[in-house]
């Protein structure tokens, strides 16, 4: 991420005018014309900097608060992780560092970093995540972003894993805006497997869920994807085959930290009520 730069010019403040260098010569009119069309250039290429570096950084210059609702299963806890903190804790000192107000809401509490609210329940399919009554109270404080990975569960039911797993994803994200329609929701295509057949339901899953996000988008609702499913192939970025590693959730929190900067660049993300 570009980090904001701040040009200083040295000034007499008696007198307000540039003070030269002790071993500048004095300059002809020609010299200081050239010298102030460079000052300008200076300070109209820094302003651009400056501009683009608000867009990319959250308009740190005018911080706002961040309610997420880091939504899904034991990867959202922060199983596999050395710390538990999983991709949270290392998505929040990212936007704490670009000056963002974070406020991580939710009912359990996992890993060490401040704030580490979240609604990561382990070994819950997406059907147990709709239906939990600590989702639903997390959901009624109003967060403005939804972080949502759910599925990996469902992909080791023995009764067709795919079949109906997209849909039950498609209720999830309704039941998110039907509470929370200003909310912007990012959905993740879900990080793969060490299990080459898991693998596969994994990739049908995740082919449904464009389609999904595209639907509601029409319907004006603040919804984006990011692809999570290059984490975990071959193995890496995995510990036990199924969770992340400290190296996959740095992976995890990066590819978070990209799709929040591109919702906040569209002015998505409400003010926190």
Not at 152 to 177: F, K
Not at 207 to 229: N, Q, T, Y
Request: net charge neutral; aromatic share 6%.
């Amino acid at each position: 991420m570009m980090k904001p730069f701040w040009l200083k010019i040295t000034h007499d403040p008696e007198t307000e005018k540039l003070l030269p260098l002790a071993h500048e010569q004095p300059r002809t009119s020609l010299q200081s014309r050239r010298t102030s069309r460079s000052i300008v250039t200076a300070v109209l290429t820094g302003l651009a900097v400056l501009l683009v570096c608000s867009i990319y950084t959250y308009q740190f210059c005018q911080p706002q608060e961040l309610r997420i609702l880091a939504l899904g299963d034991s990867i959202t806890y922060g199983g596999g992780s050395s710390d538990s903190s999983g991709y949270r804790g290392r998505l929040y000192q990212a936007l704490v560092a670009n000056r963002t107000n974070v406020n991580f809401i939710g009912e359990l509490h996992t890993g060490n970093f401040t704030g580490n609210a979240h609604e990561g329940h382990s070994g819950f399919r997406i059907q147990g995540v709709t239906d939990s009554a600590t989702v639903e109270i997390s959901l009624q404080r109003k967060p403005n972003l939804v972080l949502l990975h759910a599925g990996t569960n469902d992909m080791w039911r023995p009764e067709a894993p795919t079949e109906d797993a997209p849909e039950r994803l498609g209720a999830l994200i309704d039941r998110v805006i039907g509470i929370n329609p200003d909310a912007t929701v990012i959905v993740a295509q879900i990080i793969s497997s060490n299990f080459p057949t898991i693998n596969e339901h994994i990739a049908e899953y995740n082919a449904a869920i464009p389609s999904l996000v595209a639907e509601r988008v029409k319907l004006g609702f603040k919804i984006a994807l990011v692809d999570m499913s290059e984490i975990g192939r071959n193995g890496l970025g995995l510990g036990d085959g199924i969770h992340p590693n400290d190296m996959g959730y740095n992976a995890m929190a990066h590819k978070w930290y990209l799709a929040i900067a591109d919702a906040q660049a569209k002015g998505w993300i409400s003010r926190a009520r």
